[in-house]
């Protein structure tokens, strides 16, 4: 069976991409399953901020051609591997479509190595998120009940299936109640059945969480700094639907 690779994107910034996507390998490295997370928000990567680690290697040395992908990894903790970016490198930033793809197929030869692969996306409906959320198996669409973020969230699904003829998102719904989570997803799913007949199933409603922004902050994961915690609970279980 091939690894599955996640990409995980909104369109809107802010609305929890790197925090979610952190705490969920985490969670499935502690389950004993091996997770490779590569920041590609190219731009403004932060992955390794949020882990607070000082990466020794990352993409920009694969860029210039130093190292190849798999030598660019850095180990977080047993069973959880990075691929870190650099923020505010101009080669990563503004990367030519050529060398995105060579990232990318370079990525799919060392997901064998693991047994799922996540794609941190940056924010915005750019060329560069949208082949990443068409090279993943499948786009993890993060979106919070904020009108726009649920604009934003319909345009990626909406560019997904017009410009690559691609329909694989799927939604969670951050920062919100069951119940506000449930008539969000509604929205969203009306809208891509009615204009562009694109299914997007909710796989997750995450509550807004007081110890899940402490963790960020203090550069801690909430997975590992307050397990109890309501937003991990139901991580673990969107993790045991993806893997
Ligand atoms: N469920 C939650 N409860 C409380 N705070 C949250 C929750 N999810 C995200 N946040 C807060 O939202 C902020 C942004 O989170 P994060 O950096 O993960 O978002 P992002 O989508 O990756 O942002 P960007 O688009 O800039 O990459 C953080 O301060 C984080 O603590
Ligand atoms: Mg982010």
């Known amino acids: 069976m091939t690894t599955p690779i996640y990409t995980v994107a909104s369109g809107k910034g802010g609305v929890g991409k790197t925090s979610l996507v952190i705490n969920l390998c985490h969670i499935l490295a502690a389950e004993g399953k091996k997770v490779l997370l590569l920041d590609a928000d190219f731009g403004l990567a932060n992955a390794d901020v949020q882990l607070a680690l000082a990466p020794e290697v990352d993409l920009a040395q ?7 992908l798999g030598k660019a990894v850095t180990t977080v903790t047993k069973n959880f591997d ?3 970016g650099r923020s505010g490198n101009n080669e990563l930033a503004f990367m030519a479509g050529l060398e995105q793809q ?3 197929t370079q990525l799919r030869a060392l997901s064998v190595n693991y047994d799922v692969v996540f794609l941190d996306a ?5 060329a560069t998120t949208l082949a990443l959320c068409t090279a993943g198996d499948k786009t993890l669409l993060i979106t919070t009940p904020d009108p726009s973020s649920i604009t934003d969230a319909y345009a990626v699904v909406k560019l997904l299936k017009q410009r690559q003829g691609v329909e694989n998102c799927a939604l969670v719904i951050n920062q919100a109640s069951k119940n506000e989570g449930a008539r969000v997803a509604e929205k ?3 809208a891509c059945k009615n204009f562009l007949d694109v299914d997007v199933p909710l796989l997750a409603v995450l509550p807004a969480d007081k110890q899940y922004a402490m963790a960020v902050k203090l550069q801690s994961v909430a997975a590992v700094a307050f397990p109890a915690c309501d937003v991990v609970g139901d991580l673990k279980v969107l993790a045991g639907k993806l893997v």
């Open 62 to 68: 694969v860029i210039s051609g130093k190292i190849g």
């Open 82 to 84: 990075l691929i870190a």
């Open 102 to 104: 060579e990232i990318l």
């Open 122 to 126: 940056a924010a915005g409906l750019d």
């Open 188 to 190: 969203v799913q009306a």
